[in-house]
């Protein structure tokens, strides 16, 4: 059935766009002068974009609530370029924001940059092509990956298990890059006993907002190395992590166990999470609650563990209660560890 609107609101309609089409091309005219000025000195100008196209894929996010139009997106060959153009900016006459955009992933516009340039960390990790991953071992520290702040994480797997390791904690998806879930926190089921992300970084190379490249861990630059650790990208560009690496599971256990009872759940979770010591042999590795409602399909990509055979009779549960909780749970086990989940909290 056909929406009939008024007039005033087509007029209103046209009237934004038209809008912001003159405000997009008037500054993308004016941006070329304050920017350009300083760039073309360093012959880096011709690595910003201002097509349409590339401007409004840099203008949101994956939390669609804010939209930010920048002038400009960066696509850098080189560390040494994203240092360039952030120096250029802090010694320019006008300076303009700069915010390292990976995965888009962010949620209120963190990785954005009204009227100042986008750096595209997906075009370095082309150009880098893998080589920004490298594993090492530390007499003291254990193994652990220096990283390229704009890899994924799961090109980082695939490289660490080719060494029989892994990272020690993780998010939940891994096509997320490393500076990004650096930048929040990184946070999966691992955490309660493992920690997030960030508990996990020995050291890291930052290009600071004077475009200086600063080497920071919890001996060396101190206050920069925790701000840039969770600090939603204000205080630096991640250009490398030194993540913590351990042996990779040779296996795994993995279970969901269903509640229709809330109070019952809750006491499970708080009693599984208490267990957390990293050398408390009856800890569970992963643990995460969630819920399934009568809403949507059951096989989602969060619930697709359950076998096709399952799903009616969970179809059915859930319309009787309304709402099923569920405990993720998962143990790491090789052949000669005798422990398996049915012990664990006992």
Known sequence: MALHYPFPTYF??????ITRLIYTVGKTEQWKAPILTELDINNISHKLHDDPEIIQMASRDYGHIVHEFPLAVFRPSSIDDIATLIKSSYNSFAPFGIAARGQGHSTHGQAMARDGVVVDMANLRKQRNGVAI????????GHYADVGGEQLWIDVLHTTLKHGLAPVSWTDYLYLTVGGTLSNAGISGQSFRYGPQISNVHEMD???GKGEFVTCS?????????AVLGGLGQFGVIARARIALEPAPKRVKWVRLLYSDFFAFTKDQERLISINGRKQKN????LEGMLLMNQGPINNWRSSFFPLSDHPRISSLITEHSILYCLEVAKYYDEQTEINVDKVGR
């Open 283 to 286: 800890a569970l590795d992963f």
């Open 134 to 141: 490298s594993v090492s071992k530390d007499p003291l520290m």
């Open 218 to 226: 919890s001996q060396k630059n101190l206050e920069l190395f925790h």
């Open 12 to 17: 209103i309609l046209l009237l934004v766009t």
């Open 206 to 208: 930052v290009i600071t």
